[in-house]
């Protein structure tokens, strides 16, 4: 079993930054890819962006490629997203998930260990 705890929400203008924190705990980090959904206000969680096991692939939902950046560091057992140019539209609490596959997924049901979230609010 992993725990998973998320950082670094917050309130940011349209245009600004955040940089997310997903801590591990527990067994081998590496062994699991590492996904963040994101919830808006009544909508459905969806996926934002995958990282594989290694590090070494990542995958993007079209709504944030080339605005967010996600990384891994299996010596420190944390998962980054660097989200820039950030827009209303991206308000949501961020859930960092983890994966006891080898291959990643854009769909939630197959992720097995989900932190609590973090909230982002993008201010107009």
């Known amino acids: 079993q992993v725990q998973l705890v998320e950082s670094g929400g917050g309130l940011v203008q349209a245009g600004g930054s955040l940089r997310l924190s997903c801590a591990a705990s527990?067994?081998?980090?590496?062994?699991?890819?590492i996904g963040w959904f994101r919830q808006a206000p009544g909508k459905e969680r969806v996926f934002a962006a995958g990282?594989?096991?290694?590090?070494?692939?990542?995958y993007y939902a079209d709504s944030v490629k080339g605005r967010f950046t996600i990384s891994r560091d299996n010596a420190k057992n944390t998962v980054s997203l660097q989200m820039n140019s950030l827009t209303p539209d991206d308000t949501a609490v961020y859930y960092c998930?983890?994966?006891?596959?080898?291959?990643?997924?854009?769909?939630?049901?197959?992720?097995?260990?989900w932190g609590q979230g973090t909230q982002v609010t993008v201010s107009s």
């Open positions: 998930a983890a994966r006891d596959f080898p291959i990643a997924s854009t769909t939630s049901r197959f992720y097995n260990y």
């Open positions: 527990g067994r081998t980090f590496s062994n699991y890819v």
């Open positions: 990282i594989s096991r290694s590090g070494d692939k990542s």
